[in-house]
């Protein structure tokens, strides 16, 4: 039989039990197991970033089964308890199965937001993105839903401990058909339906207490944020930076990260009416941002920032055609320098200028990821976008610069 009576489970019912709890103790085994891996060497990193990337994704997994499990058993009938008369045990039974099915749908749903808001680490295996709507990209975001995944851990565990003790407390003590109702569907019981609101509404207390754990405490005064560093510092030339980004994409696991490089200034000369000039960019690696692996991405087999702190392109601009134009020069990178060809759009409203451009770099170029020989954990291709605006000087400010 498909579905429940009174009396049984239907053989859905069953089927969704047996596969949550395949699901749910999957993800856990792995990440309790990858808690202790080694995290040393790059290699120990490829390594852990494959547990957690199969753990995050089971998770998914686990919680789309623990709802469509939930839906199907708010459609059916529930079997009535074998020993209604057993008030307290039958309230304790019915309020760990409802602090369960919360456990199933907020832990999972945590830590796929948390995931969402801080791209970088250990991509979920699908192909339907690693973000989620109305998450921003926020390192908060990510550490407050981090917050509860961990506390709602703790909730799981003690569910799943106390329903594992209360079956086997049927096998062993009581000797009833409890099991084998879920097991083999086999009908039990007297069919009195005695369920109440007491249980559920218990269960959401404990989730509100849960989720309220891990909300952070009230700021203090919020301080005016500091001036962005590309605007510090502008060495001369006759146009001067007043904003701009530098932000790269590179594949990881088959799942784009994006990061960016903040601090940078730029010495600009341009002609507007030969097309031609130059420019020299001076960029502070140490603050770069990539999102959960930003220490590895400043590590030694990486950007190695503490021994190559800033990077360095020198190029000539020329116009091609129209607004396109190119920047062709030398990245110097860690340590290496390698020719590149920057194109970009070129928009000029009187001394306003507008520019944005994007290449493509080959990080092994640069020495960067000698571990990785293939492109299964980290792509060779990084994407670097730039945009800026500008403002046209006067030739006397940029001589008394």
């Not at 309020?95 to 791209?119: E, F, K, N, T, V």
């Amino acid at each position: 039989m498909l579905t429940n009576t009174s009396h049984s489970y239907g053989s859905v019912a069953r089927i969704f039990h047996w596969l949550t709890a395949l699901l749910i103790l999957s993800a856990i085994g792995l990440g309790l197991y990858a808690e202790d891996l080694p995290r040393d060497t790059d290699a120990a990193v490829a390594t852990l970033v494959t547990i957690y990337s199969a753990h995050k994704t089971i998770g998914v997994a686990a919680f789309f089964t623990a709802l469509a499990r939930i839906l199907w058993s708010l459609a059916q009938p529930k079997p009535a308890p074998l020993h209604p008369e057993r008030r307290a045990e039958t309230f304790a039974a019915e309020l760990i199965h409802w602090a369960l099915y919360g456990a199933m749908l907020i832990m999972p749903l945590s830590g796929w937001i948390g995931h969402a808001a801080q791209a970088g680490f250990a991509p979920i295996l699908w192909p339907f993105g690693q973000t989620l709507p109305f998450v921003p990209q926020s390192t908060d975001v990510a550490h407050l839903f981090e917050g509860i995944h961990k506390l709602s851990a703790l909730v799981l565990y003690a569910a799943i401990g106390l329903h594992v003790l209360g079956a086997l407390k049927h096998v062993i003590i009581d000797r009833d058909a409890t099991m084998a109702r879920m097991t083999r569907g086999t009908p039990a019981g007297e069919g009195r339906v005695t369920h109440g609101a007491g249980a559920p509404l218990a269960a959401l207390a404990i989730w509100a207490a849960v989720i309220g754990g891990a909300l952070p405490l009230p700021a203090g005064p919020e301080r005016p944020e500091a001036p962005a560093p590309v605007a510090q510092n502008q060495p001369p030339g006759n146009w001067k930076v007043s904003e701009g980004t530098l932000d790269f994409t590179v594949q990881q696991m088959g799942a784009a990260v994006s990061g960016s490089l903040p601090a940078w200034t730029a010495q600009i000369d341009y002609d507007e009416a030969s097309g031609a000039g130059s420019v020299t960019v001076q960029i502070d690696t140490t603050q770069l941002t990539l999102g959960a692996v930003t220490d590895q991405a400043k590590g030694a087999e990486f950007f190695d920032t503490a021994t190559f702190p800033i990077a360095a392109f020198t190029a000539d601009l020329k116009r091609v055609q129209g607004n396109a134009h190119e920047a062709t020069g030398t990245l110097t990178l860690r340590g290496a320098s390698v020719p590149l060809t920057l194109p970009f759009a070129l928009s000029i409203a009187g001394d306003q200028a507008t520019m944005t451009g994007e290449a493509v770099l080959d990080r092994r170029a640069f020495g960067m990821g000698e571990s990785y020989p293939d492109e299964s954990t980290v792509g060779f291709s990084v994407t670097v976008q730039v945009t800026l605006s500008a403002t046209r000087q006067p030739a006397s400010a940029a001589l008394d610069a």
